[in-house]
C-alpha cells in the first residue's frame, strides 16, 4: 500500500472514531421499566430548554401563554398536553392537561405528579393543597349529595371527623365496617348509593395494618372503587394498586416530602377499574362516563385508564380550588428523592425500638403489626416483607400503652427531652402524641374503646436519629411512669 493510501486509510478511521466519541446519547426521559430507586429520583423530569437546569424549577406562574388561538380553545376542550411551548412542562402524556391556570396545573407540581404515579404503578397522579384535600377531592369525584361511602373502622381520626363533620354536611353518609372478615355486616351497609370503599394500609395510631386483598374482594363483588391512604406505608414498602386497589390517596406532608417542611396531598389513579362494568351495575360516576358538554366526549372515552385522575383534575379540584403551592411541590418531589433511604432506616428504628418496648416492665402493650406477638403479623410479613430477623416492616407510626393510664401517659410524655411533642407524623425528627386527648378527643367513648384508643395509649412516630439515643429518651420517660406508680 503506498504512503498515500496508508496516510487516507489512518484518516477515515480517525474521523469514525471522532464520529462514534463524539455522539452524545440523549438524556432518558422515560422511566418505565426502571427500578424503584431509579425512578425516585427521576421520574417526570423534563427537559430545561432555556438554562440546562438538572433540577426542575419552581414555576412561580399562574398562567401559561397560548401559543395562538386555536391552542387556547383545545386547552380549555381539555386536549392533551403538547410537545412545545408551555406544553413542553408537562410532557406528552395524555393523563396531564396541557397548563391553562396554576389551580388545574402547575409545572413543578407535574414532575411531583408523575414521580408519584410511577412509584404507586398509577396512570397518573394530582397534586392538592394538603392529604385531607386529596381524601375529598378522590371520593367528591365519585360521590355527591344523597350518596353514600362505607371505610374500615380504624382510620385516622381527623379523616373521621371530616367523614362526620363536612361529609355529613355535604349530604354524603358514610357507614364504618369493624369486622372486615365478616360477609354479613358488608351486606348490611353497602346500599345502592353506595360510591366507593375507603380504607388504608397502616391506620394511625395502632397500626393495625388492613388486609387489602379481603377488602378488595369485597369491593369487586358489589362493583365499587377501592380508595387507600397510603400515607404510612409509602410505595416504598407497599404499593396498594398491586394488591387491586383503584384509587391511592396520601398526605404528601409526611413521609413522601419527609421533613416536616411543607403540606401538601396527592391523589393516584389505579387505572384498573372498570367504570362501565360498575355503570352496568346500577353505579353511576357521571363526571368520568358522561360527557361534560355538547360536542366534547366524556372523560372515560377521551382519557381511558387515566380517566378518574383527570375527572377528579378538572372537575373538583379545578373546581373547589385546593391547589398544591408550587414551593411545596418543589420540596415534595425533592423529598421523593431519598424515600426508600428514609423508609428503611424509619423501619429499621421502629423494629428496634418496638421489640425494646415489649421487655420494659411499665409498657402495657406495642401496637406494631411487623411484631410476632402482634394478631396481624401474618398479614404484616405476606403484605410488607420482613427483615432478617423475621420482623414485619410495617412503617414507623405505631402504638404504645403505658401504665397509670391517662396519668402515666402525662408522665411518659412530660418526661421526653429527644422526642417532640406534636401533632405529626412522617418526620426527620421523632414524636409523640397523646390520641384520646387531641386526634380522637372528640369521639363518643364506646367509639374510642372500640378502636382501643384507651388512656394510657400513645401514638409514636420515629425519626431517623439514633436508636440508642431514642431508647435513651424512652426510658427516661419510662422511669417517670414507673415513680409515678411508685407514689400512688
Known amino acids: ?22 455522539t452524545v446519547a440523549q438524556p432518558n426521559y422515560d422511566w418505565q421499566g426502571f427500578g424503584f430507586e431509579i425512578r425516585q429520583v427521576h421520574a417526570g423530569d423534563y427537559p430545561d430548554l432555556n438554562n440546562g437546569l438538572r433540577v426542575p424549577p419552581i414555576a412561580l406562574s399562574t398562567g401559561y401563554v397560548f401559543d395562538d388561538f386555536d391552542d387556547q380553545v383545545e386547552r380549555f376542550a381539555g386536549q392533551p398536553a403538547r410537545p412545545t411551548g408551555a406544553g413542553a412542562f408537562f410532557g406528552e402524556a395524555e393523563a396531564t392537561p396541557s397548563p391553562i391556570y396554576s389551580r388545574q396545573g402547575n409545572p413543578t407540581n407535574a414532575v411531583a405528579e408523575a414521580r408519584l404515579a410511577s412509584l404507586e404503578g398509577g396512570t397518573a397522579a394530582v397534586a392538592v393543597s394538603s392529604g385531607q384535600a386529596a381524601i375529598s377531592s378522590a371520593l367528591f369525584a365519585l360521590a355527591q349529595h344523597g350518596d353514600h361511602i362505607v371505610s374500615t373502622a380504624s382510620i385516622y381520626g381527623g379523616t373521621r371527623i371530616l367523614f362526620g363533620r363536612s361529609f355529613k354536611r355535604f349530604g354524603i353518609d358514610v357507614d364504618y365496617v369493624w369486622n372486615i372478615d365478616d360477609d354479613d355486616e358488608w351486606q348490611q351497609l353497602i346500599r345502592p348509593e353506595t360510591k366507593a370503599i375507603y380504607t388504608e394500609t397502616i391506620p394511625n395510631p395502632r397500626n393495625d395494618v388492613v388486609d387489602l386483598r379481603r377488602v378488595v374482594e369485597v369491593a369487586k363483588r358489589y362493583h365499587l372503587p377501592v380508595i387507600v391512604d397510603n400515607t404510612v406505608g409509602t410505595p416504598a414498602l407497599i ?12 398526605s404528601t406532608t409526611k413521609f413522601l416530602s419527609g421533613h416536616g417542611a411543607s403540606v401538601g396531598g396527592a391523589i393516584v389513579d389505579g387505572g384498573n377499574f372498570d367504570w362501565e362494568a360498575a355503570e352496568r351495575a346500577g353505579r353511576s360516576y357521571p363526571l368520568i362516563t358522561k360527557a361534560p358538554r355538547p360536542g366534547l366526549a366524556s372523560m372515560l372515552d377521551r382519557f381511558g385508564d387515566a380517566a378518574y385522575a383527570r375527572a ?14 408550587p414551593l411545596n411541590g418543589f420540596l415534595l418531589h425533592q423529598g421523593m428523592e431519598t424515600l426508600s433511604l428514609r423508609m428503611d432506616r424509619h423501619v429499621a428504628s421502629s423494629i428496634a425500638i418496638a421489640r425494646w418496648l415489649e421487655r420494659q416492665p411499665e409498657v402495657v402493650s406495642v401496637d406494631y403489626a411487623g411484631l410476632p406477638s402482634n394478631a396481624l403479623y401474618d398479614i404484616a410479613a405476606r403484605d410488607y416483607g420482613v427483615d432478617a430477623d423475621g420482623f414485619g416492616r410495617t412503617g414507623s407510626v405505631f402504638g404504645l400503652t403505658v401504665r397509670g393510664g391517662i396519668d402515666g401517659a402525662r408522665a411518659f410524655v412530660n418526661g421526653l427531652r429527644l422526642f417532640s ?10 414524636m409523640v402524641l397523646h390520641p384520646l386527648t387531641s386526634t380522637h378527643a372528640t369521639f363518643a367513648a364506646e367509639v374510642n374503646e372500640r378502636l382501643g384508643i384507651s388512656p394510657g395509649l400513645l ?27 411508685r407514689s400512688l
Open 312 to 325: 377528579t383534575r378538572e372537575a373538583v379540584v379545578n373546581d373547589i380550588g385546593p391547589s398544591l403551592s
Open 1 to 22: 500500500m503506498s504512503s498515500g493510501a496508508s496516510s487516507l486509510a489512518s484518516t477515515g478511521t480517525s474521523s469514525l472514531a471522532s464520529t462514534v466519541a463524539g
Open 239 to 250: 404499593r396498594p394498586i398491586e394488591h387491586g386497589v383503584n384509587i391511592v390517596v396520601h
Open 421 to 430: 411533642r406534636m401533632t405529626g407524623i412522617g418526620d426527620t425528627r421523632s
Open 459 to 485: 401514638r409514636l412516630t420515629l425519626g431517623l436519629e439514633s436508636v440508642n439515643d431514642l431508647i435513651a429518651d424512652l426510658r427516661g420517660a419510662l422511669d417517670r411512669v414507673a415513680a409515678l406508680e
